[in-house]
């Protein structure tokens, strides 16, 4: 059997690959898989490990090989779509061109596709004033079958403004290249007995199939991927399209798989290669993988590398306790290989495919139909709870939300709106008790608390990392109800409403309540706000500068009067209409005010001219 090295990173492996998709388990019942994995696996595991280019680590021999590669029309519109994302400049005529692009037959078709236009497709000017260049480029009298496809192709761009694009020759390339129907490929394909690479086989670049065994989204056979990993004769093949040869497996970029089944007769291998994952179309890569893995056979079998290939008089049939799907069944996919040195003829007629696999959770044993957890644990325990909303009891692999207190919801009640989900932790919440922030998301209480605030001005409820701005009375704003209703004051620099403020007559602002506190006047003559440093009083009333100038001819008292700087706010109040010299008036401090303010009286004219300033 496998040695104990391989296995325990078998263990590791496989925990952190169910951790990853959130899948609960029991390792016992995974040990009760790979225990047979590794008693099962260990003929072929024997034979790949020979090979010069066997990967311990992965458990797999990985060759780097080529093939011709047939493009499929998908592929041509793919590559027309990419065409227009990089280089269209914008209008609706996008998905039109994108129809041109397709992968057309004749130009007798593309002028026909070019005619009927598509029943979805609202033209507007930008495509009318285009339209008006395509039907002679279209034309099948202009553009026979003997004209390239890519100087048609290269005229619709023209037509359209695309090729003015600064990425286009390099977008354009590419699609040529799709144009051609076909080219050679650098491939590198990984021939695998790792547990992972059997439960991970059904996900790959842009497809899947019904062995997946995403947590939420199983396939219907998905226990089958195990069913494969337990038996005596599968192992996978595949494209791997990673950089990294280390990267976990459900993050690997597989383009295509292929199951292949191994018997040995007197020590020589003999197999089936089977159906081609997602295109068994694709002949020229099916005949590269089948030729790669004769290669390594033959190198780690020293064996002499001649082999035939039938395709009738043979069959792969169902193994005991299966559960993965029959698709081997299908004679069309299936291809018997041989070694023509060592057998004249087919050896053997019959292979078995898939075994008996358990549940990882509850250990029960797969029936064909099974997915990897949710039936099996339904039926057979791995009970968790109850749903707070229906009452549907729970279980282990189940589709269920918990809320923030524990309370578990199925979500069958999540999506028919009887709770939302929060935005921020992504449990689920009551709809009377979830939250709303500004784009219309739900949140619970608890995030609310710990990561949200509500604007005083507009009532908005935004995340703590948005920008906000205290007020006066200990509340908080957005920018936008600062920019539109708030203004910080001049003196004390608290923030208030717009209807708060008090205009200086230099356009700043005060509050009320500095406004309030006497260290500012309002003209009596003009009507303007100044701070008091600003004026002179005449009488008890106090003017501005401008406006105390004019009362020059009306008053007895010296004409040019002092605007008193703020630091002397108290002093001038003190002073009330009583004028010092300038000397005095500059050098004076709180322990000579006193003096200064009880001057004798009895001062004649003269003395008090010479105190003016």
């Not at 021939?191 to 996900?203: G, T, V």
């Not at 993988?289 to 039938?310: D, H, L, M, Y």
């Not at 709106?417 to 998301?441: I, K, L, T």
Request: glycine share 6%; charged share 25%.
């Amino acid at each position: 059997m496998i040695n104990d090295k391989f296995y325990n990173q078998s263990m590791d492996d496989v925990k952190m690959l169910l951790d990853g998709l959130g899948y609960n388990y029991t390792e016992e019942y995974i040990d009760l898989n790979l225990s047979q994995w590794r008693e099962n696996k260990y003929p072929i595991f024997a034979m790949l490990s020979k090979s010069k280019a066997w990967d311990a680590r992965r458990m797999a021999v990985i060759v780097n090989t080529s093939c011709m590669h047939t493009v499929t029309a998908n592929e041509v519109m793919e590559a027309a779509r990419n065409l227009c994302r990089e280089c269209w400049h914008g209008g609706t005529i996008e998905e039109w061109v994108l129809m041109r692009l397709h992968a057309f037959d004749s130009y007798a078709e593309l002028g026909m596709a070019a005619a009927n236009r598509s029943s979805n497709f609202e033209p507007d000017a930008e495509y009318n004033k285009n339209w008006n260049k395509m039907p002679d480029l279209c034309d099948s009298h202009k553009y026979p079958d003997g004209k390239k496809k890519s100087r048609v192709a290269t005229e619709i761009c023209k037509a359209t403004g695309m090729d003015t694009h600064e990425n286009f020759s390099k977008a354009f390339a590419k699609f040529s290249d799709m144009l051609k129907g076909e080219y050679e490929e650098k491939i590198k394909l990984v021939f695998s007995i790792h547990p992972c690479d059997f439960l991970s086989q059904s996900h790959g670049n842009s497809w899947d199939s019904c062995h997946k065994i995403y947590l939420h989204d199983q396939g219907c056979y998905s226990a089958g991927s195990v069913s494969y990993m337990v038996d005596k004769t599968s192992l996978v093949a595949y494209v791997d399209l990673s950089e990294d040869t280390d990267t976990p497996w459900m993050g690997m970029t597989k383009r295509n798989r292929e199951m292949i089944f191994v018997e040995f007769v007197n020590n020589i291998p003999v197999f089936v290669t089977s159906r081609l994952y997602h295109n068994d179309d694709d002949s020229q890569l099916k005949d590269a993988i089948r030729i790669a893995f004769e290669k390594v056979i033959s190198e780690a079998g020293n064996i002499p590398n001649q082999w035939r290939t039938k395709t009738s008089g043979f069959s792969v049939e169902r193994g005991r306790g299966s559960s993965a799907y029959p698709d081997y069944e299908c004679m069309a996919y299936l291809k018997y290989v041989y070694n023509s040195v060592f057998f004249d003829h087919a050896p053997i007629t019959k292979f078995y495919a898939g075994g008996q696999g358990y549940c990882t959770i509850c250990g029960h044993a797969y029936s064909m139909g099974d997915q990897f957890t949710r039936d099996c644990c339904r039926n057979h325990g791995g009970e968790i709870g109850y749903c707070i909303h229906c009452n549907e009891t729970l279980y282990e692999g189940s589709d269920y939300t918990e809320d923030c207190d524990g309370n578990l919801c199925c979500d069958n009640c999540r999506d028919n709106s009887y709770v939302y989900v929060c935005e921020d932790c992504g449990r689920f919440v009551d709809y009377s008790e979830a939250c709303e922030d500004n784009y219309g998301n739900a949140i619970c209480q608890r995030c609310f608390d710990n990561n949200y605030w509500i604007c005083d001005g507009c009532e908005h409820i935004c995340r703590d990392d948005d920008a906000h701005i205290g007020t006066h009375n200990g509340n908080y704003i957005c920018e936008d109800c600062y920019s539109d209703d708030y203004f910080t004051c001049e003196d004390c620099g608290e923030v208030f409403l717009n209807r708060d403020a008090q205009v200086l007559a230099d356009g700043r602002c005060i509050c009320d309540g500095c406004y309030e506190d006497g260290d500012y006047f309002e003209c009596e003559d003009c009507g303007a706000i100044y701070h008091i440093s600003e004026g002179a009083e005449i009488d008890g009333e106090y003017y501005c500068k401008t406006c105390y100038a004019d009362h020059d001819d009306e008053t007895d008292e010296p004409q040019d009067a002092p605007m008193l700087d703020a630091q002397y706010d108290n002093i001038h109040a003190l002073f009330l209409n009583r004028f010092i010299t300038e000397d005095e008036y500059l050098h004076c401090v709180p322990k000579n005010v006193y003096a200064v303010l009880h001057a004798p009286e009895a001062q004649d004219a003269t003395e008090r001219e010479e105190h003016h300033v």
